[in-house]
């Protein structure tokens, strides 16, 4: 079974009940969970999901949320040491005409590497880029 992988806004909206991707992914995390498939993120990914918490006032929440996806079997976490960070850059340099943050840069690389072909994401960015993205809006 091939991974997929985990981005910001989709761990955002299984974690706040006012999200307004929160009853989708929470629909859709229940079949995910039935099948277990091996799950990717990255640690910036894991930087925004902790810092969105904390710089709302959340630390509780922020350790909590941090503290239960990086105690997952399920999760494998890529750590971005400086030559993926520089892969990132140069893919975020080369796409001048997009949006695209350096974090999904650095998560599209990834799963180019990995040959990840669907990310767990409401962002529009990661089907610009060429990959699947679940749950359908």
Not at 17 to 31: Q, T
Request: charged share 25%; aromatic share 14%; hydrophobic share 40%.
């Amino acid at each position: 079974m091939s991974a997929n992988f985990l981005d910001t806004g989709y761990l955002l909206a299984l974690e706040l009940s006012n999200d307004r991707n929160h009853e989708k992914a929470m629909w859709h995390w229940k079949a995910v969970l039935d099948s277990l498939p091996p799950l990717v993120t990255t640690s910036y990914v894991f930087d925004e999901v902790i810092t969105f918490f904390n710089s709302r006032g959340h630390h509780k929440k922020a350790v909590q949320v941090g503290g239960n996806l990086l105690r997952s079997p399920s999760i494998q976490f890529i750590h971005v040491d400086e030559k993926l960070f520089f892969e990132g850059w140069r893919y975020f340099q080369r796409h001048q005409d997009k949006a695209y943050s350096l974090t999904d840069c650095i998560s599209f690389v990834v799963m180019e590497k990995l040959d990840i072909e669907t990310a767990y994401t409401f962002d529009k960015h990661f089907e610009q880029a060429g990959f699947l993205r679940k749950p359908r809006m």
